[in-house]
């Protein structure tokens, strides 16, 4: 679209004539999000109500088109675990840069790096991250609002340090596998746990609950748990799960977090997300 056009259009944003609105509404969906700094700072959008509403609905549906093809992209190629959570996160705060993300966690890595060494068991490295995660960098589960959406966005996560059982899970994730762990999430009911695994084999050695501040978790652990609430045993309890299943399961937390609140737009937002999967 040219610049010319693209500012006539924007002129006609606050026009009170419905099918003159829709008809430059339509035109400016075309377009993609590159028309969006034009949107915002444009002289009438902090000083005419009609026009920043428009204008934001226009803004969002723009984000969210370019939001989907993102995640049609991943769900089709290498589905990177932390980028998943990146673009959950990029959903509510789309401003957000992946680079600064990842150098948040990757500082957490380096703290790492010095005390994980081969001649350590599994255990041994689990209890150095539990110490650096936990201890130090103070990642703890928040209890006090269950439902609260900012536990399972990835940057404010990243901020507060409090989390949802799933994105705590992914940031032990990109840790554990940085350093060379062969660590990797198990879809388990109520909280959502780690496996680590035997590299030759690939039997699991021990679980992890990160929720819990690392907490080692045995198979008997697991079967007890499982008995005592009267939970049907599957295998899939005991073994690693996919990218893919971790990214949906927290896009489940973040669109019951929206129910709860009764956020019908964002809660058929995250639906229309999820139904990619």
């Known amino acids: 679209m040219k610049q010319s056009e693209l500012q006539a259009l924007i002129s006609l944003l606050d026009d009170k004539d419905t099918m003159v609105f829709n008809a430059v509404r339509e035109k400016l969906l075309s377009a993609d999000e590159s028309i969006i700094p034009y949107l915002k700072l444009s002289a009438p959008y902090l000083k005419n109500k009609l026009y920043t509403e428009r204008a934001d609905e226009i803004i969002s549906l723009l984000r969210f088109r370019e939001l989907d093809k993102e995640f049609k992209l991943w769900l089709k190629n290498d589905k990177h675990l932390l980028y998943g959570a990146f673009l959950i996160a990029k959903y509510q705060y789309p401003e957000i840069v992946y680079e600064d993300v990842e150098d948040k966690l990757n500082r957490i890595v380096n703290d790492l790096r010095t005390d994980i060494h081969l001649y350590l068991t599994g255990l041994q490295q689990v209890r150095k991250i539990n110490r650096i995660l936990y201890d130090v960098h103070r990642f703890i589960p928040d209890f006090s609002d269950i439902i609260n959406p900012a536990t399972s966005y990835l940057n404010?996560?990243?901020?507060s340090k409090k989390s949802n059982d799933v994105i705590i899970a992914v940031v032990y994730i990109y840790i554990a596998q940085k350093l060379g762990l062969p660590v990797y999430g198990?879809?388990?009911?109520?909280?959502?746990?780690?496996?680590?695994?035997?590299?030759?084999?690939?039997d699991a050695l021990f679980y992890i609950n990160p929720f819990n501040k690392g907490a080692i978790v045995t198979k008997n652990d697991i079967m007890t748990f499982l008995n005592n609430h009267?939970?049907?045993?599957?295998?899939?309890?005991f073994e690693s799960c996919s990218n893919k299943d971790i990214i949906r399961r927290l896009l489940r937390i973040l669109m019951n977090s929206y129910i709860q609140k009764n956020n019908k737009t964002k809660t058929e937002e995250i639906k229309r997300i999820l139904n990619l999967f």
Do not use: A, Q, T
């Open 186 to 202: 198990v879809d388990f009911p109520r909280n959502f746990l780690l496996v680590f695994k035997d590299e030759r084999s690939g």
């Open 156 to 159: 404010k996560v990243l901020e």
């Open 230 to 237: 009267k939970i049907k045993i599957k295998k899939s309890y």
